[in-house]
Nanobody, 126 residues
Framework: VQLQASGGGLVQAGGSLRLSCAAS????????MGWFRQAPGKEREFVAT????????YYADSVKGRFTISRDNAKNTVYLQMNSLKPEDTAVYYC????????????????????WGQGTQVTVSS
């Protein structure tokens, strides 16, 4: 699976951005998808995940209520809608994919994902 993330940029605190991740190469609907982020000097951390077909989701506590992950299997794309952005959301955001044998699998660790996109920078100014 090849993943291409886009949609990052510079936004003021309180603003919104929508990230997109286009997938190619395999049957997209067979893969659970996730978003992670990595700030300078920090480890890559989990943000959100969505299951392969039925759309079960799970969020990190730090983004719950502000971010929404969704997917369009017809377009082979996963999205991350980010609202009420804070300076601490500043990071490079990565999308990731892993083959899922079950409909409800929502992987939340870096080690559970096999495929990664190149990352897109999100910068939130105060």
């Amino acid at each position: 699976v090849q993943l291409q993330a886009s949609g990052g940029g510079l936004v003021q605190a309180g603003g919104s951005l929508r990230l997109s991740c286009a997938a190619s190469g395999r049957t997209f609907s067979n893969y659970a998808m996730g978003w992670f982020r990595q700030a300078p000097g920090k480890e890559r951390e989990f943000v959100a995940t969505i299951s392969r077909s039925v759309g079960s989701t799970y969020y990190a506590d730090s983004v719950k209520g502000r971010f929404t992950i969704s997917r369009d299997n017809a377009k082979n794309t996963v999205y991350l809608q980010m609202n009420s952005l804070k300076p601490e959301d500043t990071a490079v955001y990565y999308c990731a994919a892993t083959y899922s044998r079950t409909y409800y699998y929502t992987p939340r660790s870096v080690q559970e994902y096999d495929y990664w996109g190149q990352g897109t920078q999100v910068t939130v100014s105060s």
